[in-house]
Structure formats: structure tokens, C-alpha cells
């Protein structure tokens, strides 16, 4: 196996975090990371819209992610457990990830009632 690239919390970039969070599955798979303060694993994944992302796609966001220096990964068996680096990214640049974080919380609400006004539209 391939050992896991996690680059040294000085190596981590705003731009390459901009990069890995520009994905809507990415940002989503981070947000849910952060928000359970938990380990994902990489095949555990299913974004809100419901439809199952295929394993090979979840483990390239995640290596986006960790290589970006957002999440560590930890293998565990046939397992890839990720973790959030949040403190660290924080310490480095404070108050970006949670700028990040409640735009993404944003949106998802915006588009949870657009969503719900075109159900009613459609139920008239």
C-alpha cells in the first residue's frame, strides 16, 4: 500500500484549501466531518441529495482533502478513517474554515427551502 500524503500543517496553503472546499461533494464530506467531530470512513458517504457516490469517487475527494491538508487519514484495517485537522488549519488561518463553514451552512438552507417552495409550486 501506498503510504498517505499529509502535508506538514506550515505546507498548507489558502489556495489549496479554496481548491479542495470549490466541490460541493468535498465541502459537503468536510462539513459533515467537522460537524460530528467524529471519524468518516470513505465508503460511509452519502450526500443529501441521496444518491450514493461510488467508493473509487469518495476516496478521490478524500485524497483532495487530506492532501490539501484538511482531513488526516488513518487506515485501520481495510478501513480509511478521516479526521478533521480544523484546530491546526485554525492556528494557521483563523476564522477561514468557519467563514467556509457557515457559507456552506448558508447555502444548504437557501437551497432546502427554494427546494421546498418549487414542492409546493408543483403540489398546486
Do not use: W
Not at 42 to 69: D, N, V, W, Y
Not at 73 to 94: A, F, I, K, Q
Not at 97 to 115: D, E, F, G, K
Amino acid at each position: 500500500m501506498r503510504p498517505l500524503v499529509h502535508p506538514a500543517i506550515e505546507g498548507v496553503t489558502v489556495e489549496a484549501i479554496l481548491h479542495a472546499l470549490s466541490d460541493p461533494v468535498r465541502v459537503a464530506i468536510f462539513a459533515e466531518i467537522v460537524g460530528q467531530d467524529c471519524t468518516q470512513k470513505c465508503s460511509s458517504f452519502m450526500p443529501m441529495g441521496g444518491e450514493p457516490i461510488p467508493k473509487s469517487t469518495l476516496s478521490q475527494h478524500f485524497r483532495i482533502l487530506r492532501e490539501a491538508g484538511l482531513i488526516r487519514g488513518e487506515r485501520r484495517g481495510v478501513e480509511m478513517h478521516n479526521v478533521s485537522r480544523c484546530t491546526e488549519v485554525d492556528e494557521l488561518y483563523p476564522g477561514l474554515l468557519a467563514a467556509i463553514a457557515q457559507a456552506h451552512t448558508l447555502q444548504v438552507a437557501r437551497a432546502a427551502r427554494t427546494s421546498k417552495k418549487l414542492g409546493k409550486k408543483k403540489a398546486k
